[in-house]
């Protein structure tokens, strides 16, 4: 079972809807990143959490530490916030290393 | 100030060759990562490295890999004798990392082809 996991794995939706994306991890962590990586390739970090809820812009991460949960939430969903949404934790044990999740695969269709 | 750059950005090797890689950390970052993206697959972890040091090298194949982070000079990850299961995006990250507060800033990847 991998230490990381989000769901969906895919999700399409239409211009204007709240988006959800959910992430789970089994170990004791640091921090947790919110990663997004365009059809492109490039990786950009969105957020890096460690309690609480963070905001930026129509992007909002949350994460639970007792729960190892974590949600991405994106308001006003746009076609241009189609891209790979992914997780990542830093362990409290073995320090340093990102652990990832699979990806979220989000299509905003106009 | 520039961000972390990494050239170059797509790289064509036969089977057999070598392959470099480069990534110059963000001006005042001393602490590197190496990430892997196979097909189809997620980001997985290969390496640490400050200057002139391997801190984690965990997640590195053990034959054929190597990486170094010199005085001077950006973080090279060199893969010899290439195999086709080689290909694959290849990102690096920095940080400052001075406490366990650790954002990573990526760069734009290397797309590695072996024909």
């Known amino acids: 079972k991998n230490e990381v996991e989000q769901s969906p794995q895919n999700l399409t939706a239409q211009e204007g809807e709240f988006i959800t994306i959910n992430c789970s991890y089994s170990?004791?962590?640091?921090?947790l990143h919110w990663l997004q990586q365009h059809p492109g390739g490039g990786i950009v970090s969105l957020f890096m959490?460690?309690?609480g809820k963070k905001k930026h812009g129509r992007l909002i991460a949350t994460i639970n530490i007792q729960e190892k949960h974590s949600s991405l939430h994106i308001t006003a969903s746009h076609p241009r916030d189609s891209a790979v949404y992914i997780c990542?934790?830093?362990?409290?044990?073995?320090?340093?290393?990102?652990?990832f999740g699979q990806g979220t695969r989000l299509t905003i269709n106009p | 100030n520039a961000g972390v750059m990494q050239n170059p950005r797509h790289l064509v090797r036969r089977r057999g060759q070598e392959a470099r890689l480069r990534c110059s950390p963000m001006k005042g970052h001393s602490h590197v990562y190496w990430y892997r993206q196979l097909p189809e697959e997620g980001l997985k972890f290969m390496v640490y490295?400050?200057?002139?040091?391997?801190?984690?090298e965990s997640g590195m194949p053990k034959e054929r890999f190597s990486a170094e982070f010199p005085k001077e000079g950006p973080s090279i990850l060199r893969i010899q004798q290439v195999v086709r299961g080689d290909s694959a995006a290849y990102f690096c990250?920095?940080?400052?990392?001075?406490?366990?507060?650790?954002?990573?800033?990526f760069g734009p990847g290397t797309r590695l082809t072996v024909l």
């Open positions: 990250a920095s940080s400052i990392r001075q406490t366990s507060y650790n954002e990573q800033f």
């Open positions: 490295l400050q200057k002139e040091n391997i801190i984690d």
């Open positions: 959490l460690s309690s």
């Open positions: 990542a934790v830093e362990r409290i044990q073995g320090a340093q290393k990102l652990v």
């Open positions: 170990v004791g962590i640091s921090a």
